[in-house]
């Protein structure tokens, strides 16, 4: 008896080539011929531009051109939204791919210089003359909608880019005359998402095919076709994007930016490869940040704990460009998980997309649901402190109990399945939470103090049916295809259009092969990131690869078993019925001496020697698979802490976490996305924040001041799972790549607040510095 | 531009170049030597992906000149595994332990690790943390890289 490859921890099979320096990022591949771009940027977040002086730029040594808006105004068409919510007045405003008559935001693109090398294309940065004329400028994503704040855009009068309300059952009367209500302002501050490859592009042109092929750092190679299409006027086919080796999205590599574009203009005109690799400080600029949110929250409640209502007015901050998915963050996948694990029946989520003069918002790890579950766990926080309950017995008091085949919430989505008590439960009992609290009485009786936070989560991933996606706005489907191909040698290549960068992928998609046609592993070779060798898909993101390419990867597999069996009988001169399959082997039913392997199988289907009658040749199926629904992982968290009431400083002592994706293909990639997640959230709660200054400069425009978790400021996460299959997905799978940072953020801030009880502390604005803290403890 | 003859040993070969004053080392590896398993990652010698050792100590290479390495031996990712292809024990342990998920700082989190080793041979989990502050990890949590050096230490038959 064999272990299942289906739920085995096996090593990743992309590795060696990691861990041995042969991996092949997009900055490292060398083209004969390649010249470098490098973009000149705005030091200004609000000016017009009065002139631009190219001429010394273009005189250096090894320049071979300078480029501004005025030569790609009309070339390039504006950079699209591709998410327009509907109902919602969306202001779909110009996004030129360089500006040519004003700068919104500092990083904006002004011109761009191609040399022979990197460092003459920087030194003739530095020759480009701007003559700028300030305009006034705002950051904030409140203060941009009120009367007399800076404009951005003429066609967006108080800066809204969108106004969008979502309801379910009577939010304004649950609020009439509720027994309790808490309230809070929570600023959702801006993050730097941080891959730690920054953004690249590699442009080829051959004129005499009129083809394109450009090398991008995108999670989602094909959309970037669909858009470099629209943006060149290029004929989609025409175009070939690779994504090769990715180092990191969380959401910054969805986007399709102005630079890529504006490298693949540059090799249109020089006929040259053309290569443009920011550097980190123009990535912390220029590529897109995430969260931004000012929200204003209230929450109803019975005086048993009961919620009866939770509404909201928050103000999304855009940045200055609606970047290619951004309305949709705040709105759908943020406005519409207000019920959380939780049966809330009164629910009313309002929110403006503002435009101010800092750089486009995106998708960031979470993307919307971090925004959601940060707010809900917030506010049960506060109604335990007003009721002076547990934190966990509220929570008790409102999850909705286990379902297995869809339960309906009040803004209308239908979770798939869910058993949040028994994670709740699982956790608690993990921590040994009743000695915990008992250790906390006892350290505060010693002027120590420790805090405890714990958090139930439910949040939408596996993203999503394309009906829906049409429903809501985005400008394409989000199906996925998946081709499996075997050859006569037996082995077989996955071929998938979703484009895995660091998510291990090229395992569990083996790992799904494997178990469904016993094929090993080994013998299985996964193919992604290159349009011109993957069928069509729409990206890796929204933790949506495994659910949704991996379940076209095994019902195709299932139409090979089929046309296999059917081989396979007339190999064995038996009837297809009574075949029965097991552990890669076709055998006639009760003589299992007499077999066909699949290999034996691939061999003849690729032959094509002895086929029945009307069986076409090959042994290869390709399906398009659309998901029913999304899916709905959750679990419960915690947290605990102590602070230093001297200093301010915050360890975090210890974090355990239930995660229920349903079963794991590979529990060791499983928890490697959970730790990761984690941490990423953790930097939410206690370390990152993109910080402007009332310039819109941004202040922490390196690693040196935008302060990003490292190895000795985190302790050892304690996972766990529990098991709850997805009915809506062929494999039961649900997401799992962004549940720790939608679940961690909260956790962490809340076992702070906790922490800082006896000093009447009940909020903080994050990151949790120990500066705000120490201000905190010594105001009170 | 003023060019200098520099020569460097690189993975056991002596390699000769003219080289422009202002060439950063890392450019030099990359561009030059092709040698770009060494990675770029944040400019401000912050992150660690650039980490190359130098006379065997580990190095940021984004922060110091290819002249200034004149005469140096230098071991990149690309020379750590035996010469018959055989994985340095924490390129093993990387592996064997998901110490890395998108790759792009495993080169230099595995050379600072080497180094690490090196002056501690059987660290506990938290001078492994502590050694490796230098070193940014944006998908791991750095969780199992700790588990990967750990483990790289006791397959090393490191003494505590």
Redesign the interface.
Known sequence: MTTRIFGSGI??R????????????T??I?LPGTVHAAIKRSIHAHARIKSVDTSAAAAAPGVLAVYTGADTDGVLNPIPCAWVVPDSDVKAVAYPAIAKDVVRYVGDAVAVVVAE?R?QAEDALELIEVDYEPLPVVVNPEEATKDGAPQLHDDAPNNQAFHWVASGGDSDAAFDSPEVVVRDTIIQQKLIP?????RAALATWLPSMGELTLWSTSQNPHICRFVTSLVTGLPEHKIRVIAP????G?GSKIAVYPWEMVTAFCAMKLGRPVKWTE???ENYIATTHGRDHVEHVELAATRDGKITGVRSVVYAGMGAYLSTAAPGIPTILHGLMYCGPYEIPNVKAEVYGVFTNSTPVEAYRGAGRPEATFLLERMIDLLAAELDLDPVEVRRRNLIPKFEDGHDIALGLTYDSGDYQLALDTVLDHVGYQALRREQARLRANNQYMGIGVSTYCEICGIGPSQVAGAVGFGGGLWESAIVRFYATGKANIFVGTSP????EETTFAQILSDELGVDVDDVEVIHGDTDNTPMGWGTYGSRTTVISGAAIALSARKIKDKAKALAAHLLEAAEEDIEYEDGKFFVRGSPDQSKTIQDVALMANVAWNMPEGMEPGLEATTFYDTPNFSFPFGAHVAVVTVDADTGHIELQRYACVDDCGPQINP??V??QV??????GAGQALWEGAVYDENGQLLTG???DYA?????L?P??ETLSTETPSPHNPLGVKGIGET?TIASTPTIYNAVIDALKPFGVTRLEMPLTPERVWRAIHQQ | MAKIPIQITVNGQVRQFEV?T??LLVHYL??EL???????????S??G?CVVHVNGAAVKSCTLLAVQVDGAEIT???G??SDGGA?HPL?EA???N?G????????GM?MASVELLQRNPRPT??E???G??G????????????KAVLAAAEAMGGQR
């Open positions: 090593r990743r992309e590795d060696p080539r990691l861990i041995t320096g042969q991996a092949t990022y900055d490292d060398k090398d460092y941080t891959p730690m490859e920054p080796e990715v180092g990191g969380f550097t980190r400080s960068h660091g998510q291990g060791m990639i928890e490697g730790h990761g997640g984690v941490v990423q390196s690693m040196m990003l978790p490292r190895a000795h985190v050892e996460i720790g | 422009d202002r060439l990359r561009e092709g040698l770009t398993g060494t990675k770029i990652g944040c400019d401000t912050q992150c992906a990149t990712i690309e750590l595994a994985l390129q990387f592996w064997n998901h890395l998920q998108c790759g792009y700082c495993t080169s595995i989990g938290q492994v943390r502590e490796l502050e070193n940014i990890c944006r998908c791991t949590g750095y969780q199992n890289i700790v």
